[in-house]
């Protein structure tokens, strides 16, 4: 992979910061933010792989979001963690558009699956007794088909579009990874077919996963208000808030990152609000969507009992 009419054969990430006393503390602490991302996703991929009462539609769409969080956090972190220890992190053209297309893959895949866990609560929650036809297994499948055709789709127009920018000499990208916008700002020709895609592309996979979510959450909210049980609606409620507060971090940290001028979000901000939806949110997943869901606790407990037995 060449760029048209340019000389630029590799790039040199700028990191996170350019303060050298602050260069091992961070490193230490996003590599424990690694640490826990890796083992909690996995463990949960694990543990409703293993666990046959974890074979329903709501642990299908989870299983797929932890999957889906530990492959683009390896996509970013371990770069960026060398970011902290070199002198010069240098990523070839190459490898920086590899990046960007795995990274804009499973973050496009991840707002998909957001809005398709959304609409197995509603469901669940306000049709209860269609819920095995309507969340069958070919419906499951057909969601998460739709989610990967999504993120394909998306991430396929911003590296076509970036593929054919010229770069200008100066290859410093002041950024921890090969993201769209900071990129756009190393190119020396017109990024306005690049910048018109963001807004389309980004608003389409934020918008349609957004009112997805809010529509279900919407009619889900009527439902709970319907509700006479206080125990019931206190369930429900309860099945619900983790939720939004992940889809809450994630779409309002992409929201503020992608769909505001570049003149009026200044890059550090950029690299913060990148660290949420990078670095913070697939630490979170597990807990937010897992460690507190009774079902998780109690496959966790009989596996470590079996454990303990042998």
Same mark, same amino acid.
């Given at each position: +992979? =060449?760029?048209?009419?340019?000389? $630029? /054969?590799?790039?040199? &990430?700028?990191?996170?910061?350019?303060? @050298?006393?602050?260069?091992?503390?961070?490193?230490?602490?996003?590599?424990?933010?690694?640490?826990?991302? +890796? =083992?909690?996703?996995?463990?949960? $991929? /694990?543990?409703?792989? &293993?666990?046959?009462?974890?074979?329903? @539609?709501?642990?299908?769409?989870?299983?797929?979001?932890?999957?889906?969080?530990?492959?683009?956090?390896?996509?970013?972190?371990?770069?960026?963690?060398?970011?902290?220890?070199?002198?010069?992190?240098?990523?070839?053209?190459?490898?920086?558009?590899?990046?960007?297309?795995?990274?804009?893959?499973?973050?496009?895949?991840?707002?998909?699956?957001?809005?398709?866990?959304?609409?197995?609560?509603?469901?669940?929650?306000?049709?209860?007794?269609?819920?095995?036809?309507?969340?069958?297994?070919?419906?499951?499948?057909?969601?998460?088909?739709?989610?990967?055709?999504?993120?394909?789709?998306?991430?396929?127009?911003?590296?076509?579009?970036?593929?054919?920018?010229?770069?200008?000499?100066?290859?410093?990208?002041?950024?921890?990874?090969?993201?769209?916008?900071?990129?756009?700002?190393?190119?020396?020709?017109?990024?306005?077919?690049?910048?018109?895609?963001?807004?389309?592309?980004?608003?389409?996979?934020?918008?349609?996963?957004?009112?997805?979510?809010?529509?279900?959450?919407?009619?889900?909210?009527?439902?709970?208000?319907?509700?006479?049980?206080?125990?019931?609606?206190?369930?429900?409620?309860?099945?619900?808030?983790?939720?939004?507060?992940?889809?809450?971090?994630?779409?309002?940290?992409?929201?503020?990152?992608?769909?505001?001028?570049?003149?009026?979000?200044?890059?550090?901000?950029?690299?913060?609000?990148?660290?949420?939806?990078?670095?913070?949110?697939?630490?979170?997943?597990?807990?937010?969507?897992?460690?507190?869901?009774?079902?998780?606790?109690?496959?966790?407990?009989?596996?470590?009992?079996?454990?303990?037995?042998?």
């Amino acid at each position: +992979m =060449v760029a048209e009419n340019s000389s $630029i /054969t590799e790039f040199i &990430l700028a990191g996170l910061t350019n303060q @050298p006393e602050l260069q091992i503390p961070l490193f230490f602490v996003f590599l424990g933010f690694y640490v826990v991302t +890796m =083992v909690g996703n996995l463990g949960l $991929i /694990t543990l409703i792989g &293993l666990n046959s009462h974890l074979h329903t @539609p709501m642990y299908f769409f989870l299983y797929n979001l932890s999957f889906i969080d530990f492959c683009y956090s390896t996509v970013i972190t371990p770069k960026m963690l060398m970011s902290f220890v070199s002198k010069k992190n240098i990523i070839s053209y190459a490898g920086c558009m590899t990046q960007l297309f795995f990274f804009l893959f499973f973050v496009i895949s991840e707002s998909f699956i957001l809005s398709a866990m959304a609409y197995d609560r509603y469901v669940a929650i306000c049709n209860p007794l269609v819920y095995t036809a309507a969340m069958s297994p070919q419906v499951c499948l057909l969601l998460l088909l739709g989610v990967y055709v999504m993120g394909f789709a998306g991430a396929m127009a911003h590296t076509a579009c970036m593929v054919k920018l010229t770069f200008c000499a100066n290859n410093l990208v002041d950024h921890y990874m090969c993201d769209i916008l900071p990129l756009l700002e190393r190119s020396c020709t017109s990024t306005y077919v690049n910048e018109l895609v963001v807004f389309v592309v980004v608003g389409i996979d934020i918008g349609v996963p957004t009112v997805t979510i809010f529509i279900s959450y919407a009619l889900i909210l009527s439902s709970i208000l319907h509700i006479r049980s206080t125990e019931g609606r206190s369930k429900a409620f309860s099945t619900c808030s983790s939720h939004i507060i992940a889809v809450s971090l994630f779409f309002g940290s992409g929201a503020f990152m992608y769909l505001k001028p570049s003149s009026l979000l200044p890059m550090n901000q950029g690299k913060v609000s990148s660290l949420f939806y990078t670095i913070v949110v697939p630490m979170l997943n597990p807990l937010i969507y897992s460690l507190r869901n009774k079902d998780v606790k109690a496959a966790l407990k009989k596996i470590l009992s079996k454990k303990s037995f042998s």
